[in-house]
T-cell receptor, first 115, second 114 residues
């Protein structure tokens, strides 16, 4: 079974600074997808960034980038130039390719961006 | 506007009173899924559907039923709700059951069972 671990329940960063959220996962599959989702106070789940395991290049979406280390099974999210609107719960997720294509979520990291 | 809608958004009910949470998408997606979110546990899949009339259990299906009679709708049924089903529920859809497609989430339904 795949597990996703987010070891930082809460983090705080000042506006305009950079913050990195950690995620590790465990799987025996060779190809899979990894995701970071953002859940602001509105509770809406918003896809931030996606990484395909067979692609060695790290995914980037504007201020958001990942550091994907396949051998170490690590998938961290870096937020550059943090903004107040980045305050949210962030979930790392793994998608398995069998049994329903379910997103397997970590427990989340609550990020607070302060002025 | 492409979206996934859920109704109701908030519901307080009593133990044993049957309820249905509706989910509808207007994107002609084949794949739909239900998750529940509990503090400290992240989101866990309840049921999913690959297409009309094709449904299957996820990780936590006990106490829930689903149906997929139309492509756009995927209701979640709690025939005899219990307090341990108090949770935040999300419906999600994607074009097909493939990890290369993004799953679009509804706004969530906060359910409280007393």
């Amino acid at each position: 079974a795949q597990t996703v671990t987010q070891s930082q329940p809460e983090m705080s960063v000042q506006e305009a600074e950079t913050v990195t959220l950690s995620c590790t996962y465990d799987t025996s599959e060779s190809n899979y997808y990894l995701f970071w989702y953002k859940q602001p106070p509105s509770r809406q789940m918003i896809l931030v960034i996606r990484q395909e395991a067979y692609k060695q290049q790290n995914a980037t979406e504007n201020r958001f980038s990942v550091n994907f280390q396949k051998a170490a099974k690590s998938f961290s999210l870096k937020i550059s130039d943090s903004q107040l609107g980045d305050t949210a719960m962030y979930f790392c997720a793994f998608m398995r390719s069998n049994s329903g294509y379910a997103l397997n979520f970590g427990k989340g990291t609550s990020l607070l961006v302060t002025p | 506007e492409a979206q996934v809608t859920q109704n109701p958004r908030y519901l307080i009910t009593v133990t044993g009173k049957k309820l249905t949470v509706t989910c509808s998408q207007n994107m002609n997606h084949e794949y739909m899924s239900w998750y529940r979110q509990d503090p400290g546990l992240g989101l866990r899949q309840i049921y999913y559907s690959m297409n009309v009339e094709v449904t299957d259990k996820g990780d936590v299906p006990e106490g829930y039923k689903v149906s997929r009679k139309e492509k756009r709708n995927f209701p979640l049924i709690l025939e005899s709700p219990s307090p341990n089903q108090t949770s935040l529920y999300f419906c999600a859809s994607s074009p097909s059951a493939s990890p290369s497609y993004e799953q679009y989430f509804g706004p969530g339904t906060r359910l409280t069972v007393t």
